[in-house]
């Protein structure tokens, strides 16, 4: 027999992709059920947990509840709509306020997309998810998209019959860190999964007609790994054919066991060089398919590796290689500049205003080619 658990209001989980900043927020699962990957401190120290389909679909009702007030009040005169609103957002309570906030967050982005939270909602049951999707559009009609994240190794052993219900309930993405293709450095950093099972877990996801977004991290295998670990993973993804993939160099806050593994010499850590040269093999060994390739995270360095395969390969080709061509003194403008938010193209680092405020923080903080390394790593730390 279940028990009853209290509902203690809207919950919002602690991430989402980038690519969904504009999305409603629903959190069907807690944390990670996984949690071990030695790269991830994210969720460390909590444990994983399903939400009660009941909650979710409370969820869902206050933030439509919210949606409609606010709808109401807004054409009321300004001190009546203040009042009412004041009214509203007191009986909502603290946690409420949560639901409040996303509602208008949402509705300024047009109401387009949502995503389910939080790192592997597709471990829940078919039946209740299909009935959470089936809910939530029958709430909000107008929505266009619908995306959660995944683990290969639960797409892997899912029922494809189960997939493509969630489909036609309305999933409409699937967001897996696929992160490397390469044997050894899956078992280094415990993702807790095989190459074999992210090939069967993207396409069987693609069989579905749920889109696919597959990451991948360079820098992950450290420079022992570096070459095999970009093949590997291309390999991979030409296997699959995903919708998009995603580049996601690759950081290590202090608090991940993939720290202290550097600390203890299992890999050499790669710099942002490394990564470009790594990079620019994995883009070289992508063959055969028709993916996207997005670059949409800050902590990129080359944001011109972007494009739709295969027409765009070559362009993607020459902007890694016009970095790795800079001098090293240029190398160390750009990275700087990219990592203060100055620069944000190749280009760039010919732009004068722009390299002499860089030039400017160069000499202040005493950088060189000896210390730029640590100064980058520094200033990643800023966007973890």
Same mark, same amino acid.
């Given at each position: 027999?279940?028990?009853?658990?209290?509902?203690?209001?809207?919950?919002?989980?602690?991430?989402?992709?980038?690519?969904?900043?504009?999305?409603?927020?629903?959190?069907?699962?807690?944390?990670?059920?996984?949690?071990?990957?030695?790269?991830?401190?994210?969720?460390?120290?909590?444990?994983?947990?399903?939400?009660?389909?009941?909650?979710?679909?409370?969820?869902?009702?206050?933030?439509?509840?919210?949606?409609?007030?606010?709808?109401?009040?807004?054409?009321?005169?300004?001190?009546?709509?203040?009042?009412?609103?004041?009214?509203?957002?007191?009986?909502?309570?603290?946690?409420?306020?949560?639901?409040?906030?996303?509602?208008?967050?949402?509705?300024?982005?047009?109401?387009?997309?949502?995503?389910?939270?939080?790192?592997?909602?597709?471990?829940?049951?078919?039946?209740?998810?299909?009935?959470?999707?089936?809910?939530?559009?029958?709430?909000?009609?107008?929505?266009?998209?619908?995306?959660?994240?995944?683990?290969?190794?639960?797409?892997?052993?899912?029922?494809?019959?189960?997939?493509?219900?969630?489909?036609?309930?309305?999933?409409?993405?699937?967001?897996?860190?696929?992160?490397?293709?390469?044997?050894?450095?899956?078992?280094?950093?415990?993702?807790?999964?095989? *190459? #074999?099972?992210? %090939?069967? +877990?993207?396409? @069987?996801?693609?069989?579905?007609?749920? &889109?696919?977004?597959?990451? =991948?991290?360079?820098?992950?295998?450290?420079?022992?790994?570096?070459?095999?670990?970009?093949?590997?993973?291309?390999?991979?993804?030409?296997?699959?054919?995903?919708?998009?993939?995603?580049?996601?160099?690759?950081?290590?806050?202090?608090?991940?066991?993939?720290?202290?593994?550097?600390?203890?010499?299992?890999?050499?850590?790669?710099?942002?060089?490394?990564?470009?040269?790594?990079?620019?093999?994995?883009?070289?060994?992508?063959?055969?398919?028709?993916?996207?390739?997005?670059?949409?995270?800050?902590?990129?360095?080359?944001?011109?590796?972007?494009?739709?395969?295969?027409?765009? *390969? #070559?362009?993607? %080709?020459? +902007?890694?290689? @016009?970095?790795?061509?800079?001098?090293? &003194?240029?190398?160390?403008? =750009?990275?700087?500049?990219?990592?203060?938010?100055?620069?944000?193209?190749?280009?760039?680092?010919?732009?004068?205003?722009?390299?002499?405020?860089?030039?400017?923080?160069?000499?202040?903080?005493?950088?060189?080619?000896?210390?730029?390394?640590?100064?980058?790593?520094?200033?990643?730390?800023?966007?973890?």
């Amino acid at each position: 027999m279940t028990k009853n658990i209290e509902y203690t209001g809207f919950e919002v989980g602690p991430i989402r992709p980038p690519s969904e900043a504009e999305s409603l927020l629903i959190r069907v699962t807690r944390n990670c059920p996984w949690n071990k990957c030695r790269f991830c401190g994210l969720y460390k120290g909590k444990s994983f947990s399903v939400r009660p389909k009941e909650h979710v679909i409370k969820d869902i009702d206050l933030v439509k509840e919210c949606v409609d007030t606010i709808n109401d009040y807004k054409e009321s005169m300004t001190d009546d709509r203040d009042r009412k609103m004041s009214e509203f957002t007191d009986k909502l309570g603290e946690s409420g306020m949560w639901a409040y906030q996303s509602a208008l967050m949402w509705m300024r982005s047009g109401m387009k997309s949502v995503f389910i939270q939080d790192a592997n909602s597709m471990v829940i049951k078919a039946d209740d998810m299909v009935e959470i999707l089936n809910y939530l559009r029958a709430v909000f009609p107008d929505i266009e998209r619908i995306t959660t994240y995944a683990r290969s190794h639960t797409i892997a052993r899912m029922n494809e019959d189960d997939l493509k219900r969630i489909a036609e309930a309305g999933l409409n993405r699937i967001h897996i860190g696929m992160e490397s293709g390469c044997d050894k450095v899956l078992e280094l950093v415990e993702k807790g999964v095989v *190459k #074999e099972q992210h %090939v069967t +877990a993207g396409q @069987k996801v693609m069989r579905s007609g749920i &889109e696919l977004s597959e990451y =991948y991290m360079p820098g992950l295998g450290g420079l022992e790994y570096l070459e095999e670990n970009a093949i590997e993973s291309a390999d991979a993804l030409n296997q699959i054919n995903p919708d998009f993939i995603r580049i996601r160099t690759l950081a290590v806050p202090e608090k991940t066991l993939l720290h202290e593994d550097y600390e203890n010499g299992v890999f050499k850590r790669t710099t942002d060089v490394d990564m470009v040269r790594e990079l620019l093999i994995f883009i070289r060994n992508l063959e055969g398919i028709t993916s996207t390739v997005k670059s949409d995270h800050i902590l990129n360095l080359v944001t011109e590796v972007e494009g739709k395969l295969p027409e765009d *390969k #070559e362009k993607m %080709v020459e +902007a890694l290689e @016009k970095f790795l061509s800079f001098s090293k &003194e240029d190398q160390m403008i =750009y990275r700087i500049g990219r990592r203060m938010g100055i620069m944000n193209r190749l280009f760039h680092v010919e732009n004068e205003s722009k390299r002499k405020r860089i030039m400017e923080v160069i000499e202040k903080n005493n950088i060189n080619l000896g210390n730029i390394d640590a100064v980058t790593d520094s200033l990643i730390k800023r966007f973890i």
